[in-house]
């Protein structure tokens, strides 16, 4: 008796941490992938460059053209070309919706089922070809989603009281078809309350949030450009010395590629050319910014006088080009070897 006793009290609090880890498992990626979404909606809404349109190299629009010729669901993104802004946006607040709904457990296998649906769609278009494959992020994304997919999210969650709740009521006599009904309504305005929150500060943050002064990633020669044109004379395409300020930048386009070069000047008199295509997967650098270019997609930065990588996950600098200054004018030469 003793002994029964004695095994019983030291499988007890044993087992009641097993099952309290066992149900709390998926808790850590639940907050993880909630607030990680919530965060890159918020970052879109309020960058100036997301919604900035065709003239834009880190536009939404600018990000899906230089995607649409290497995805293997290239063929797809037509309409995200010819609407940008109503895609950008839902991409946005889709990533907001999922992120609410995961975080506060709220329709938790419809978020997930969201989640990796947006990862799936950013991984074929965006990080498709990075190499090794487990650098891409969006595919780590998708494969995270997944037990959120089969599991839902039943603890510490609105799913997890609504689904507490029905068991009383079904306790106490009432019919499934009333537990149905009142958990699905409930659920419903529970969605439609966090919906509109959700939709109020995007909206807010979409209108109040962006830097208006941030220097526009402008490619030129692309429709709707706010740069400079440049003059193509004697071979490069050039621009005035004054479009190029020290620490910034002014965009031509390669004759050769057709690619968006970045004219910078990191130091005062000195000059040269890079290119804007992010040596990882592919995605448009954004403009210099404090000695530095960086890549939107996956978070590479390069270091704005000679291109070298700063931080990866790209491992190869950016092409550098030349520049001469001819009077007032700075004239883009040819790549140079690296
Ligand atoms: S495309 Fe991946 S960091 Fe630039």
Known sequence: MAAGTRARSTAGPTGQWKATGSRLALLPLRLFLGVTFVYAAFDKLSDTHYLAGAGDAASFYAQTKAAK??????????????????????????????????????????AALGGALLSATLWLTVSFHTTPYYLGNDLAYLMAWTPLLLAGTPVLSVDGYLAARAERDRGRGLAEDAVR?????????????????????????????????????????????????PQEQNGGP????????????????????????????????????????CTHSGCAVNPPKDGQLYCPCHGSKFDAATGAVITGPAVKPLPKYTVTKNGDQLRLGPQQKS
Do not use: H
């Open 69 to 110: 010729g290497s995805s293997p669901i290239g063929w797809a993104l037509g309409p995200a070309l010819d609407a940008p802004t109503f895609f950008g946006l839902l991409i946005a607040f889709g990533e907001l919706a999922v992120g609410l709904g995961t975080l506060f457990g709220l329709w938790g296998r419809i």
């Open 181 to 229: 009904r009142r958990a699905l309504l409930d659920g419903g305005i529970a969605a439609v309350a966090l919906g509109g929150a959700g939709l109020l500060s995007g909206s807010l943050t979409a209108t109040l949030g962006r830097d208006e002064n941030a220097a526009p990633a402008t490619a030129a020669g692309t429709p709707g450009a706010t740069s400079p044109v």
């Open 238 to 277: 050039s621009v005035p010395a004054a479009q190029v300020p020290v620490g910034g930048s002014a965009t031509v386009k390669d004759p050769a590629s057709g690619d968006a070069v970045y004219i910078v000047q990191p130091a005062a008199g000195q000059y040269a050319g890079l290119s804007s295509v």
